[in-house]
């Protein structure tokens, strides 16, 4: 899975009209290009945490960046793959541009003084205040993966490590969650309508072609499967994605036939590894987007 962080569909689709997102293009055209649409918070935290589990926040417990606690164990694309596979014959990669929403912290009890940032309960034991901050939602699944590397910033320090990753498992069956962070980031700075939002954009396609041909020069991309997606748009012509629901779903998979959500991107990877969807407990709130899905009308 490859991540174009705040990656707005309009934008894209723009972008690939100028023709600067070739790999995007030609990823796309072995298989699909569609849409994905939000219904929840449009963050990171909230993002990811639907994007890697295929389960609506009351199951996670991840609503936004501000209200959060560790995923359940066992619920993320990571562990479900390696309880599949066995832990010893199965690679599961994070490559991670951000730091901040995309992490494995334990739980925290420290002094809280008037002032801080509160981000998580306050308590007072013996006159003094603390405050108890959870533990961040991949602090369980973080144990159960073999590599979990976040904080990379650039894309070119996240891409090269990828690379690196991709060379060292070769030789085993992986999933790879390869995050790409400028897109959102000079979004933040710059604003969605940019130059640098733009150059963000295609520096994330640079490096998704540079991935898709070292998969190639290993012998091992007509036996992969790629899926570029992103957690959030960001709000038209602003530096903000508080309503920014709008975002997408490239991949060389010609099995994917339809538009979907977030919730649904779990279900479509692990139905592709092979994995029985109606064995898996608590039974997953996103659907794969390689079978038709009418949702109820109530």
């Known amino acids: 899975m490859n991540i174009w962080d705040g990656a707005q569909r309009n934008h894209v689709k723009e972008s690939l009209s100028r023709g600067e997102l070739p790999n995007l293009k030609k990823l796309s055209s072995e298989g699909a290009l569609v849409a994905i649409d939000i219904y929840r918070v449009t963050d990171t935290k909230a993002g990811w945490a639907q994007i890697l589990t295929g389960y609506e926040p009351e199951v996670t417990g991840v609503f936004s960046n501000g209200r959060y606690e560790p995923i359940p164990k066992g619920y993320t694309v990571f562990e479900r793959l390696e309880e599949f596979f066995g832990a010893e014959k199965f690679i599961t990669v994070a490559v991670i541009g951000k730091r901040g929403n995309v992490d494995a912290d334990p739980p925290q009890r420290k002094p809280f003084k008037e002032g801080d940032k509160v981000e998580g309960k306050i308590i007072i034991e013996g006159g003094v205040k603390y405050q108890l901050i959870p533990g961040k939602p991949y602090y369980y699944s973080k144990e159960n993966m073999d590599i979990f590397i976040n904080g990379l910033e650039e894309d070119e320090r996240v891409g090269s490590k990828a690379l690196e990753l991709l060379e060292q498992y070769k030789d085993k069956p992986f999933f790879f969650f390869v995050h790409f962070?400028?897109?959102?980031?000079?979004?933040?700075?710059?604003?969605?309508?940019?130059?640098?939002?733009?150059?963000?954009?295609?520096?994330?396609?640079?490096?998704?072609?540079?991935?898709?041909?070292?998969?190639?020069?290993?012998?091992?991309?007509?036996?992969?499967?790629?899926?570029?997606?992103?957690?959030?748009?960001?709000?038209?012509?602003?530096?903000?994605?508080?309503?920014?629901?709008?975002?997408?779903?490239?991949?060389?998979?010609?099995?994917?036939?339809?538009?979907?959500?977030?919730?649904?991107?779990?279900?479509?990877?692990?139905?592709?590894?092979?994995?029985?969807?109606?064995?898996?407990?608590?039974?997953?709130?996103?659907?794969?987007?390689?079978?038709?899905?009418?949702?109820?009308?109530?």
């Not at 640098?196 to 072609?209: Q, R, V």
């Not at 490239?250 to 969807?277: C, K, M, Q, S």
């Open 181 to 298: 962070a400028q897109v959102d980031h000079k979004g933040h700075a710059f604003g969605e309508n940019s130059k640098e939002y733009n150059d963000a954009l295609i520096s994330a396609d640079i490096w998704t072609g540079k991935i898709m041909q070292k998969l190639k020069e290993l012998n091992l991309y007509d036996r992969s499967l790629i899926y570029v997606t992103a957690d959030h748009g960001f709000d038209e012509g602003m530096n903000s994605h508080s309503n920014a629901p709008y975002v997408f779903l490239a991949t060389n998979d010609p099995g994917v036939i339809r538009r979907g959500e977030r919730a649904d991107i779990t279900p479509t990877i692990l139905y592709r590894f092979g994995l029985d969807l109606d064995k898996i407990k608590p039974p997953l709130d996103g659907h794969p987007l390689t079978k038709p899905y009418q949702p109820p009308l109530l």
